[in-house]
């Protein structure tokens, strides 16, 4: 393994490259099928589908990643009692690495769909390989050489927009400065690309991809698959943030097919917290990405179908006899049948009324703080707007990279909207500074970079103008309910979805029998993860109990007694 792989994993490389003893190779035989490859055999290669979960059994495998320009590293070689594979294997992704026979190997595959069994029915070795799966990913992530590359000018905002969308995708990627870069500046001469095509992306199975959307570059890399137009699932769940992955989770856990949709990336508005302390079970606290990643990878274990990033667009009523109650039109012609639909679709960010902030919107001006944001931003005086728990987790987390923040807020305090713990730790950064009973009032700069930034005091009228460029917005959401403007889901003033009592409906249900709304986007609900985790596990009950009564007259035609003469 090569020297920075070691220390990417460290003190958990055993875990992360276990070899099993054989009596847990026995235990997994049965669901595998015998194979054999050659010595010098190409056995995966990066960005193809890899046949499954490889368990070794004599001989050894060569595992490398593509360094760039034709050069491949190795991550491990594999021997007997190790097996091949990383996350992308748990639901038949194209792989992210290259698997070689060192010398003659004799081996068992076990498929995706039974890799999935075996995870279930085989608990406590599912959860080392499991552990595994999940710390190979992690050191590719950490490593940044598999994976797609992202080509262009580093602060370019389509750049940026790629690079968030991989990361938040939990896809392994690099980035490469087309200004500075060597290698970027070989593969932009080498394709003959024109600098104002820029930003590039070079997918793992070789194809070129110029500034793509995220669609685009999720069909590229295998993340987005086409819909079965056959299948009919149990449940669709629109939204793959807390809420709709714990509905995942629960109903996919409990025998429910299911499948999930989501128009970004999983996570949500969760996935882009950089510190969530106050969710049970995490004294420590853990990223909402982290928590996130975690949740979709379990929903993936019970063989959720993701289907992201994909918009649904329309909810109407199936009329054939499939068994489908529900279509959801996805466009690009797709469709998603299926008997029941929870909406989970959360809230989009709010932005400021300001008549130019387009213009620095990808570049400039923020709705999360990750990484990226950190390091655009490192040793750079910024400015935070909002007074929520997010604006704080932002604002601290933006204080070990900024050399100051400036955190505004309109209210008069942040005591009445923000956590206690968040507060006291804010007023504990020197390099924070909050401006309470403030509000921005312009942006400049040229060229779509942020130069200063205008804000005001509400109640002395003073205006300050500094140097700032980027600006940080945190100021709520509001529900992301247009999608069902003509779809018969009855929705409250503000654009929340009614459910329950007050409809005559069940709990969590809307409407419309058999669509139930969870999380953000539900009228009345607790806007917490925690509460949202809660109500995805709470309405898959209410799911069994729709698709029960839904079955009961197909049931009752079924048994009924047959008499002559009649059908």
């Known amino acids: 393994m090569s020297q920075s792989t070691t ?59 593509d360094g760039g320009l034709g050069r491949r590293e190795t991550i491990v070689t594999h021997g007997p009692g190790s097996f091949v594979g990383e996350l992308a294997q748990l639901s038949a992704r194209p792989s992210l690495v290259n698997a070689q026979a060192a010398e003659p190997v004799e081996a068992f595959v076990i498929a ?57 995708s939990g896809q392994p990627h690099r980035v490469l400065d087309s200004g500075s870069d060597p290698c970027a500046k070989t593969l932009v001469e080498r394709f003959e690309v024109d600098p104002h095509h ?56 409990e025998g429910l097919s299911t499948i999930v949709l989501d128009c970004r990336a999983f996570g949500g508005q969760a996935g882009a917290s950089s510190r969530i302390e106050n969710y ?22 019970f063989g959720v179908e993701m289907v992201i990033p994909d918009e649904a667009k329309l909810l109407s009523a199936a009329s054939d006899a499939s068994g489908a109650r529900y279509l959801l039109d996805v466009g690009d012609g797709e469709t998603v049948r299926t008997r029941s639909v929870v909406i989970a679709s959360g809230a989009r960010y709010r932005r400021l009324d300001i008549a130019n902030l387009a213009r620095f919107e990808g570049t400039c001006v923020h709705y999360w703080a990750s990484p990226i944001e950190g390091r655009l931003c490192a040793d750079q005086e910024v400015a935070l707007v909002g007074a929520g728990n997010s604006a704080g987790q932002a604002a601290v987390y933006l204080a070990s990279h900024a050399r100051k923040v400036a955190l505004l807020a309109r209210g008069g305090s942040l005591d009445a909207s923000m956590s206690r713990y968040l507060v006291e730790r804010i007023k ?70 009614r459910t329950g009592s007050e409809l005559g409906s069940a709990q969590m249900e809307t409407s419309r029998s058999g669509v ?20 995805g596990a709470q309405v898959v009950a209410a799911l069994h109990a729709y698709l029960a009564r839904a079955d009961a007259p197909h049931l009752a035609r079924a048994d009924a007694p047959q008499t002559a003469g009649r059908p």
């Open 428 to 497: 504990a950064q020197p390099n924070i500074e909050v401006l309470t009973g403030t509000e921005i009032e312009a942006l400049d700069g040229e060229e779509g970079n942020l130069g200063t930034v205008r804000w005001r005091n509400r109640a002395s009228g003073a205006e300050t103008t500094r140097p700032i460029r980027h600006l940080f917005l945190f100021i709520g959401a509001d529900p992301n309910t247009d999608w069902l403007a003509n779809c018969g889901v009855a929705l409250d003033a503000r654009g929340f979805v």
């Open 198 to 253: 820029l930003p590039i992306v070079l997918c793992p199975n070789g194809r070129l991809l110029m500034n793509p959307g995220e669609k685009d570059l999720a069909r590229c890399i295998g993340l987005l698959r086409p819909i079965d137009a056959d299948t009919v699932y149990d449940v669709a769940i629109v939204g793959a943030g807390p809420a709709g992955l714990a509905a995942a989770v629960y109903a996919a856990s």
């Open 280 to 301: 049970l079970g995490f004294p420590t606290g853990i990223t909402g990405m982290a928590l996130m990643a975690r949740a979709y990878n379990q929903a993936q274990k």
């Open 7 to 65: 220390q990417i994993f460290g003190a958990r490389r055993d875990q992360a490259f276990p070899t099993l003893a054989e009596v847990d190779i026995d235990r997994m035989r049965r669901f595998g099928e015998a194979s054999f490859y050659a010595a010098g055999e190409h056995i995966i290669e990066a960005g193809d589908v890899a046949p499954g979960l490889i368990v070794v059994l004599s001989g050894s495998v060569d595992i490398t990643q």
């Open 112 to 168: 995706s769909q039974r890799l999935r069994d075996l995870m279930v029915q085989e608990a406590n070795l599912g959860e080392r390989i499991m552990r595994a799966l999940i710390l190979r990913r992690v050191g590719l992530l950490e490593s940044a050489t598999s994976g797609p590359i992202i080509i262009g000018p580093q602060d370019n905002a389509d750049v940026l927009r790629l690079q968030g969308f991989l990361a938040r």
């Open 516 to 535: 139930f709304a969870i999380g953000d986007v539900r009228a009345g609900s607790v806007k917490r993860v925690a509460a949202a985790v809660g109500e």
